[in-house]
């Protein structure tokens, strides 16, 4: 690892591209299910957009991963950003069924390409004493983005009709996704991972744990997902705008939280950070469907948000620092593919439950989940 201020200026290339291409995402997330509830798509339909999405990462993760090892970071990473601009430029094409499953795939193509690698460089980057904050400081950027892009995308949605606004927000898209592209070809450079071979992955009991805490994380986060937009604008007859300022505080909560909540991993361990945060969520889950006022649900969503900001960037570290560095990229590359079944499986459960059984039901499993979750990271990783 160079000195530190080298180190300082290789993070910020890699997170002015990661910025530049998380503009579309939380306008995605919000629109993309009420805009195909509207385009009159079921549940599970819906659900299945979610499916390809995480099932393409799910696949395509591991071996990104292993190319990591073998072929080092920067060409995937960069590559990450071309799957970028075709998505966006799919989506504002068109708004059919074929054309956002299509999409979709594109997306998890990208995801997959810049999520492993980016998180592979921080590792490399790096020590373990201001890992989690170098993590958090990657979520902090990619939100900070994707505000700035819900920001364009939702005063569009104000000023013209839907299906019009939806194109000109994903034109825009794909048009900061190449300044990304752009950005990254002439910006970034190599950190490791250039070998001829590796060795084998030895699977500790640490990494089996903590894949099993991933796993079932981001399986009870994923399975309300696609439907609690929707579960929400019909309970509430609200349209996708006042949704968007009411969740708007908690995109704040990621914004801003997640870089000290990795400095206090980094300072406390990342087990006891791990755990608070997902019993946090688990608890606001339980309780979310059943405020009377969508104002309250606001405010949950926003302790929900903490939790989760708290949860996640220790669980990266805790994975790069149980990754010997020569595997690195395949360590982390499993790891965000046993998060990818979770998320592949998750919103398939929750569309099927929202369906056939009550539709509170949803979040009074993913809440339970989260909590046995909770009480398996702080057994293991304690200390």
Same mark, same amino acid.
């Given at each position: 690892?160079?000195?530190?201020?080298?180190?300082?200026? %290789?993070?910020?290339?890699?997170?002015?591209?990661?910025?530049?291409?998380?503009? $579309?995402?939380?306008?995605?997330?919000?629109?993309?299910?009420?805009?195909?509830?509207?385009?009159?798509?079921?549940?599970? &339909?819906?659900?299945?957009?979610?499916?390809?999405?995480?099932?393409?990462?799910?696949?395509?993760?591991?071996?990104?991963?292993?190319?990591?090892?073998?072929?080092?970071?920067?060409?995937?990473?960069?590559?990450?950003?071309?799957?970028? #601009?075709?998505?966006?430029?799919?989506?504002?094409?068109?708004?059919?069924? @074929?054309?956002?499953?299509?999409?979709?795939?594109?997306?998890?193509?990208?995801?997959?390409?810049?999520?492993?690698? +980016?998180?592979?460089?921080?590792?490399?980057?790096?020590?373990?004493?201001?890992?989690?904050?170098?993590?958090? !400081?990657?979520?902090?950027?990619? =939100?900070?983005?994707?505000?700035?892009?819900?920001?364009?995308?939702?005063?569009?949605?104000?000023?013209?009709?839907?299906?019009?606004?939806? #194109?000109?927000?994903?034109?825009?898209?794909?048009?900061?996704?190449?300044?990304?592209?752009?950005?990254?070809?002439? !910006?970034?450079? @190599?950190?490791?991972?250039?070998?001829? %071979?590796?060795? $084998?992955?030895?699977?500790?009991?640490?990494?089996?744990?903590?894949? #099993? =805490?991933?796993?079932?994380?981001?399986?009870?986060?994923? &399975?309300?997902?696609?439907?609690?937009?929707?579960?929400? !604008?019909?309970?509430?007859? #609200?349209?996708?705008?006042?949704?968007?300022?009411?969740?708007?505080?908690?995109?704040?909560?990621?914004?801003?939280?997640?870089?000290?909540?990795?400095?206090? %991993?980094?300072?406390?361990?990342?087990? /006891?950070?791990?755990?608070?945060?997902?019993?946090?969520?688990?608890?606001?889950?339980?309780?979310?469907?059943?405020? $009377?006022?969508?104002?309250?649900?606001?405010?949950?969503?926003?302790?929900? %948000? +903490?939790?989760?900001?708290?949860?996640?960037?220790?669980?990266?570290?805790?994975?790069?620092?149980?990754?010997?560095?020569?595997?690195?990229?395949?360590?982390?590359?499993? !790891?965000?593919?046993?998060?990818?079944?979770?998320?592949?499986?998750?919103?398939?459960?929750?569309?099927?439950?929202? @369906?056939?059984?009550?539709? @509170?039901?949803?979040?009074?499993?993913?809440?339970?989940?989260?909590?046995?979750?909770?009480?398996?990271?702080?057994?293991?990783? /304690? /200390?």
């Amino acid at each position: 690892m160079g000195d530190s201020s080298n180190t300082a200026q %290789s993070s910020d290339s890699y997170l002015t591209a990661v910025f530049l291409t998380s503009l $579309p995402f939380a306008y995605l997330n919000f629109s993309l299910p009420v805009r195909a509830d509207e385009l009159g798509f079921d549940a599970v &339909l819906i659900g299945g957009m979610y499916a390809v999405f995480t099932g393409t990462m799910l696949l395509v993760r591991p071996v990104v991963g292993y190319c990591l090892d073998r072929f080092g970071r920067r060409r995937f990473f960069v590559a990450a950003f071309a799957f970028y #601009v075709l998505a966006m430029a799919v989506f504002a094409s068109g708004q059919t069924l @074929e054309g956002f499953y299509v999409a979709r795939f594109l997306q998890g193509i990208g995801a997959s390409l810049m999520w492993v690698s +980016v998180r592979t460089i921080i590792a490399d980057l790096h020590a373990p004493a201001d890992r989690g904050e170098a993590m958090g !400081k990657l979520t902090t950027t990619s =939100v900070r983005g994707s505000m700035l892009g819900a920001f364009y995308g939702f005063t569009l949605a104000g000023m013209m009709p839907a299906a019009e606004a939806w #194109v000109w927000a994903f034109g825009g898209y794909a048009v900061t996704s190449l300044g990304a592209l752009i950005w990254s070809a002439f !910006k970034v450079g @190599e950190t490791g991972g250039v070998s001829e %071979s590796r060795p $084998p992955i030895v699977w500790s009991r640490g990494l089996q744990q903590i894949f #099993v =805490v991933v796993f079932l994380s981001a399986f009870a986060s994923a &399975l309300i997902e696609p439907i609690y937009l929707i579960y929400l !604008k019909n309970r509430f007859e #609200v349209g996708t705008y006042l949704l968007a300022l009411t969740f708007l505080p908690s995109g704040l909560v990621f914004a801003i939280l997640p870089r000290y909540a990795g400095r206090w %991993s980094d300072r406390l361990g990342r087990g /006891r950070v791990i755990a608070v945060g997902i019993a946090f969520a688990g608890l606001v889950s339980l309780a979310l469907p059943f405020w $009377p006022m969508l104002l309250l649900v606001g405010v949950s969503y926003i302790l929900f %948000s +903490v939790g989760w900001a708290l949860a996640s960037p220790a669980e990266d570290a805790l994975v790069a620092d149980l990754a010997p560095a020569a595997v690195r990229g395949s360590v982390l590359g499993a !790891k965000e593919a046993a998060a990818g079944v979770g998320a592949a499986l998750g919103p398939l459960a929750g569309g099927y439950i929202y @369906e056939n059984w009550a539709q @509170e039901m949803a979040f009074v499993v993913n809440g339970c989940l989260l909590l046995v979750t909770s009480g398996l990271a702080l057994i293991w990783f /304690r /200390r």
